[in-house]
């Protein structure tokens, strides 16, 4: 509950800016568009939307893996100098519509190229999608410590294009069933 009360006290937070690119990855990223403030992006086999929120260079980015069932959470903040790449931190997710995911495992990511540092959260995505488009705001939060809260304006439509951008790719890019096993033995 003390939760609710220190989002309550942040309703004046941020207002999503223009979105920015996703670093490179191992796996072709292609722009879909955008949504309301949202780039959106296919990471073949998976879908993700960006914005940038403030002056400071804080990001939020939601991706969805449909073969999985996965929703993945990042917040990036230039402020979080100390965080530990691979580290895992207990934070808690609270929407103001009361959904919340307490004590969830949060990975550091530390990045040279480009330079960030990051929270990256693992959510069953058919709830937290569901969450993510019905709420006005979402706070992030470390113990008693606030680590943002952000407006969802407009994501409602923006997690309706990711699920069809997801489920699309998902299916022009099926799994490899090889990946990750090995041969019984060779001849």
């Not at 993945?72 to 691979?86: C, E, K, M, Y």
């Not at 069933?177 to 090995?182: A, E, G, I, K, V």
């Amino acid at each position: 509950m003390v939760f609710a009360v220190v989002l309550a006290a942040a309703l004046g937070s941020q207002q999503p800016e223009e979105p920015i690119a996703i670093p490179p990855a191992s796996r072709p990223i292609i722009r879909m568009g955008e949504v309301n403030g949202w780039a959106l992006w296919d990471n073949t086999g998976s879908c993700a939307a960006v914005t940038e929120y403030g002056e400071r260079g804080v990001t939020v980015r939601v991706s969805y893996f449909p073969t999985g069932n996965d929703a993945f959470l990042w917040v990036s903040d230039p402020a979080w100098r100390t965080i530990q790449d691979n580290g895992v931190y207990r934070v808690t997710v609270l929407f103001d519509n009361g959904s919340e995911y307490a004590d969830v495992e949060a990975e550091g990511m530390v990045r040279t190229q480009p330079a960030s540092t990051a929270l990256m959260i693992r959510l069953n995505a058919r709830e937290f999608l569901q969450d993510f488009a019905a709420a006005n705001r979402v706070g992030l939060f470390m113990d008693d410590d606030r680590l943002g809260v952000f407006l969802l304006d407009g994501t409602a439509e923006m997690v309706s294009r990711l699920r069809m951008c997801a489920e699309a790719s998902a299916r022009r890019n099926p799994p490899d069933p090889f990946l990750n096993r090995t041969p019984i033995r060779r001849r």
